[in-house]
C-alpha cells in the first residue's frame, strides 16, 4: 500500500469507530493507534506523526474524548525523544500496548496539564540547576482536577511532590522541548482542522433541509456565501496542516514556523468556523441538544491551549528584522 | 542537489542576467507604445530561455512540471522581472481555449502566433451582462460562411493593442440563455469593430469597450459546436485559473517581503497583523500548487478555481491595504507605478485602489462565493436562478 492509500484506511477506520464512542485505553492499544510512533521493535509500528496526525483529524471531526492525546501524542512523543533506557523502553512498551495512561506537563509545575488526574506515570519536564531541560518520570501523585468547559477534555493542577526518575533528552534539550511543543501546536491544529470540517458539513446538511420562507435556508446568498468562507478556511488550513506535519517529520529547520502557522490559523479559524456553525443553525444551534456547543467549546480551547494565534503569530513575525533587511528594495524602487 | 535546486540555480542565473536593470523607474509613466515595446521585448527573452509558457504541454514550447514552474514564479518575483501583463490572455485564456476545445488547425495557426507575439484580449462581459454573463446580448448571425455579429462588449484587457479576441455571442435566441451561446475567435482587425478604451479608478485605461457593426467572422473560427459556447468557456478557462494563480500567488509572497520591509517592526499590532497574511499566504500558495497538480491530473474540483480566486483577490485587498495604512503620507503621494510590474508593486495606495480589478473581474467575490456553495458544497440554488 501507498503511504497515501495507508491514510484512507486509516481515515476510515477511524471514522467509523469514533462515530460510535469514544475509545478507551484498551481500544486504543487494539486499534494500534497509541503505538503509532513507537518503535516496531518495542511493539509499536514504527510510523511518524503523519500517522497520528490522521487519528486526531478524526478525533477532532468526532470530538472524541479519552487518553490519545496525552498518551499517545504527548507522552510517546516525549518518550521518543529521550535517551534510550531499559526502563524507557519498557514504558514505550506499556503505552503501545494500552498498559499504561501517561500525562505531560512541558511546564514544570503547571496550572492545566491533560490527563493528569488519571494517568498512571506523570512526565514532568523539569529545569536543572544550570537551566536545561530534562524529564522527571513520576507514578502519578497529587493532581487537583482543573474542570474546563469543553467537556471533551480532563485537567488537572500538578505539583512535584514525589521525586521520580531523571530522564535525559537526547541531543540539544531545548530544541528538544521545542519540538515537543511544536508537535502539541500541530496535534491541536490537526484536532481543529476535523472538527471545522464536521461544522461545516453539518451546516451544510442543516442548510439544504431546513426551510424557511418557503425554501431552504441555504439557497439565500447570505448563509450560502458563509458557507463558502467556510470552505476556504478549511481548505487553506489543510495545507498548512499538511505542511506542518511534513515539516515535522522531515525535522526541517523552518518545522517550527510552519508548526506557529497551521495553529495560529487553524485554531483560529475553527473557531469562527464552529460559532458560524451555531449561527447558521439558528435557534436549533443554541440548544444544548443540538451539540454545536460542544464543538465551538473544543475549538475555543484548541485556540488557547499551547499557545494563542496571538502568540503564535508573534513567533512567526520573529523573523521579520531579518527578512526586511534581505528584501529592503529602497535601492532598486524609486 | 535536487533536480528542483538545479533548475532553482539555473533560474537564478538566468535572472541575474537577463532582467533588465532599473526597468521599474524606466517603465514609471510611460507611453502606451513604449510599454507594449517593452513586454513584447521582454517576452521573448522568456521565451528564448523556455519560461514564457512553461504551463503548455511540451508539444507546443512548454512541458515543465508543477513544481518547476512554481519555482521559476519564485524566482522571476524574487528578482523582480516584469510581469508578462500584455501577453496575458493569449498564454493563458487563449491557450486554455484552443487546447482543450479548439481544432487542430486554430490551434497550428495561433499557438505558434502567440508564441510570436500576438495579443489576445477577451470579448465575454457586457452593459448588460456582468456577473449574469450568460444574459450576453451581442448577436453572431449565420450568413453563408460565416457569421455577423452586432452588439458591445466590455472589460476587454488591453483590447487597443490586441490582435485577437475570444469572443461570446448568442447565435440561438430561442434556447435557454447558455444554451444559445457560442464562442468565437475574433480579428481585431476586421471592419466594423471600434475599439475605446476606458477610464479606470486607478487612472490608467487597460480596460477597453468594443462595439460591434456587421463584423464578420469565418465559421472557422468558431470554438466548439455551435451554442456550445457556454460549455466550452467554463471548461477551457476555470483549469486556467489555477494555472494564473499560481504565478500570483508566488508574486504575492514577493510582495509580502516588501511590506515587510515597508512596516514599523518594532509595533506588535503591525507584526500580529504581518504574521497573519503570511499564514493566509502559505495557505494560498499550497492550495495553489495542489490545485495546479490536481488539474494536471484530470482531477480539478468543481469549485477549485473560484476558491483560489476568491481568497487571492481578497488577500491582496487587504495586503495592499495594509501597506497604504502603513506607508503614511509618503505612500498617499507616490502618484505613478511601474507598468509590467505586479499587483504588489510597492505603490501601496495605487495597489490598493488597482486590487479591485481583482475583486470585480473574472466574477466578482459574490458570484465566486455562490459557485462554491453550489458547486463545491452542494447548496441548493436559488429559485430564480435555478430556471
Same mark, same amino acid.
Given at each position: 500500500? #501507498?503511504?497515501?492509500?495507508?491514510?484512507?484506511? &486509516?481515515? #476510515?477506520?477511524?471514522?467509523?469507530?469514533?462515530?460510535?464512542?469514544?475509545?478507551?485505553?484498551?481500544? &486504543?492499544?487494539? &486499534?494500534?493507534? &497509541?503505538?503509532l510512533e513507537v518503535p516496531a521493535g518495542l511493539d509499536g509500528a514504527g510510523a511518524s506523526l503523519a500517522e497520528t496526525a490522521v487519528v486526531l483529524e478524526e478525533m477532532g471531526r468526532a470530538a472524541t474524548a479519552g487518553p490519545y492525546f496525552a498518551t499517545a501524542v504527548l507522552g510517546a512523543g516525549t518518550l521518543g525523544m529521550l535517551v534510550p533506557t531499559p526502563e524507557r523502553d519498557d514504558l514505550l512498551r506499556r503505552v503501545a500496548n494500552g498498559d499504561c495512561r501517561l500525562s505531560v506537563s512541558l511546564d514544570g509545575e503547571s496550572g492545566f496539564v491533560a490527563d493528569a488526574a488519571q494517568a498512571d506515570r506523570l512526565l514532568v519536564v523539569a529545569r536543572d540547576p544550570g537551566g536545561d531541560p530534562f524529564v522527571l518520570s513520576m507514578t502519578a501523585g497529587d493532581a487537583e482536577p482543573r474542570p474546563v468547559l469543553d467537556a471533551t477534555r480532563d485537567f488537572a493542577r500538578v505539583t512535584v511532590t514525589n521525586v521520580g526518575e531523571r530522564w535525559r533528552f537526547t541531543g540539544d534539550p531545548e530544541a528538544a522541548v521545542q519540538r515537543l511543543r511544536d508537535r502539541a501546536a500541530v496535534a491541536l491544529a490537526c484536532d481543529s482542522l476535523g472538527l471545522s470540517e464536521a461544522m461545516l458539513e453539518a451546516t451544510v446538511a442543516y442548510a439544504g433541509v431546513r426551510k424557511q420562507f418557503g425554501r431552504p435556508i441555504g439557497s439565500f446568498q447570505a448563509v450560502k456565501h458563509a458557507c463558502a468562507d467556510m470552505l476556504v478556511q478549511v481548505t487553506l488550513g489543510r495545507e498548512l496542516v499538511r505542511a506542518a506535519v511534513e515539516a515535522l517529520v522531515a525535522d526541517d529547520p523552518d518545522a517550527s514556523v510552519a508548526a506557529s502557522m497551521a495553529k495560529a490559523y487553524v485554531c483560529g479559524a475553527a473557531v469562527d468556523i464552529a460559532g458560524k456553525a451555531m449561527q447558521l443553525h439558528g435557534g436549533v444551534g443554541y440548544t444544548w441538544e443540538s451539540g454545536v456547543?460542544?464543538?465551538?467549546?473544543r475549538a475555543t480551547l484548541n485556540r488557547t491551549w499551547f499557545g494563542s494565534p496571538a502568540e503564535h503569530r508573534r513567533r512567526i513575525a520573529a523573523r521579520y528584522p531579518a527578512m526586511a533587511q534581505l528584501s529592503d528594495r529602497s535601492v532598486s524602487f524609486p | 542537489?535536487? /533536480?528542483?535546486?538545479?533548475?532553482?540555480?539555473? !533560474?537564478? %542565473?538566468?535572472?541575474?542576467?537577463? !532582467?533588465?536593470? @532599473?526597468?521599474?523607474?524606466?517603465?514609471?509613466?510611460?507611453?502606451d507604445d513604449e510599454f507594449v515595446a517593452f513586454q513584447q521585448a521582454w517576452f521573448q527573452e522568456l521565451r528564448g530561455a523556455g519560461y514564457a509558457v512553461p504551463h503548455w504541454p511540451a508539444a507546443w514550447g512548454g512541458g515543465l512540471p508543477v513544481p518547476e514552474q512554481a519555482v521559476l514564479y519564485q524566482e522571476l518575483a524574487a528578482h523582480d522581472a516584469p510581469r508578462l501583463v500584455l501577453a496575458f490572455v493569449a498564454i493563458h485564456h487563449a491557450a486554455s481555449t484552443l487546447l482543450g476545445a479548439g481544432t487542430d488547425e486554430q490551434r497550428r495557426r495561433h499557438l505558434p502566433a502567440i508564441l510570436d507575439g500576438e495579443i489576445w484580449c477577451q470579448g465575454f462581459s457586457e452593459p448588460e451582462a456582468g456577473s449574469d454573463l450568460a444574459a450576453l446580448r451581442t448577436t453572431a448571425r449565420r450568413? @453563408?460562411?460565416g457569421y455577423v455579429v452586432n452588439g458591445q462588449k466590455l472589460w476587454a484587457s488591453w483590447a487597443l493593442h490586441a490582435d485577437w479576441c475570444l469572443l461570446l455571442a448568442r447565435t440561438?435566441?430561442?434556447?435557454?440563455?447558455?444554451?444559445?451561446?457560442? $464562442?468565437?475567435?475574433? %480579428?481585431?482587425?476586421t471592419p466594423g469593430l471600434d475599439v475605446r478604451p476606458i477610464r479606470q479608478a486607478t487612472g490608467d485605461s487597460h480596460f477597453c469597450e468594443m462595439f460591434l457593426d456587421d463584423v464578420t467572422i469565418p465559421a472557422l473560427n468558431l470554438v466548439g459546436e455551435e451554442n456550445a459556447g457556454w460549455r466550452v468557456a467554463q471548461e477551457t478557462l476555470g483549469a486556467e485559473r489555477g494555472m494564473t494563480m499560481l504565478e500570483l500567488a508566488e508574486r504575492l509572497a514577493h510582495g509580502f517581503r516588501w511590506l515587510v520591509a515597508a512596516s514599523p517592526l518594532d509595533d506588535p499590532v503591525v507584526q500580529d497583523r504581518l504574521a497573519g497574511f503570511e499564514?493566509?499566504?502559505?495557505?494560498?500558495?499550497? !492550495?495553489?500548487?495542489?490545485?495546479?497538480?490536481?488539474?494536471?491530473?484530470?482531477?480539478?474540483?468543481?469549485? /477549485?478555481?473560484?476558491?483560489?480566486?476568491?481568497? $487571492?483577490?481578497?488577500?491582496?485587498?487587504?495586503?495592499?491595504?495594509?501597506?497604504?495604512? !502603513?506607508?503614511?503620507? /509618503?505612500?498617499q503621494s507616490v502618484l505613478a507605478k511601474p507598468a509590467s510590474s505586479g499587483w504588489e508593486s510597492g505603490a501601496w495606495v495605487l495597489d490598493f485602489i488597482g486590487s479591485w480589478e481583482w475583486t470585480i473581474p473574472g466574477g466578482t467575490s459574490e458570484i465566486q462565493r455562490t459557485i462554491i456553495g453550489e458547486r463545491g458544497l452542494g447548496l441548493p440554488r436559488e429559485p430564480a436562478a435555478a430556471s
Open positions: 500500500m #501507498s503511504p497515501d492509500e495507508l491514510h484512507d484506511e &486509516l481515515r #476510515s477506520v477511524a471514522r467509523q469507530v469514533l462515530g460510535k464512542a469514544d475509545p478507551d485505553l484498551a481500544q &486504543l492499544a487494539a &486499534l494500534g493507534w &497509541l503505538g456547543h460542544v464543538y465551538l467549546k | 542537489m535536487t /533536480d528542483l535546486e538545479d533548475f532553482r540555480a539555473t !533560474v537564478r %542565473d538566468w535572472c541575474r542576467a537577463h !532582467v533588465p536593470a @532599473g526597468w521599474r523607474a524606466a517603465q514609471t509613466g510611460v507611453a450568413s @453563408g460562411d440561438d435566441a430561442e434556447a435557454p440563455k447558455r444554451a444559445g451561446i457560442s $464562442y468565437f475567435l475574433l %480579428d481585431m482587425r499564514c493566509e499566504l502559505a495557505g494560498l500558495r499550497a !492550495v495553489c500548487r495542489n490545485f495546479v497538480e490536481r488539474a494536471d491530473a484530470g482531477r480539478a474540483g468543481p469549485a /477549485d478555481a473560484s476558491i483560489v480566486k476568491l481568497h $487571492y483577490s481578497e488577500l491582496l485587498q487587504r495586503m495592499t491595504g495594509f501597506g497604504a495604512e !502603513v506607508a503614511g503620507m /509618503d505612500g
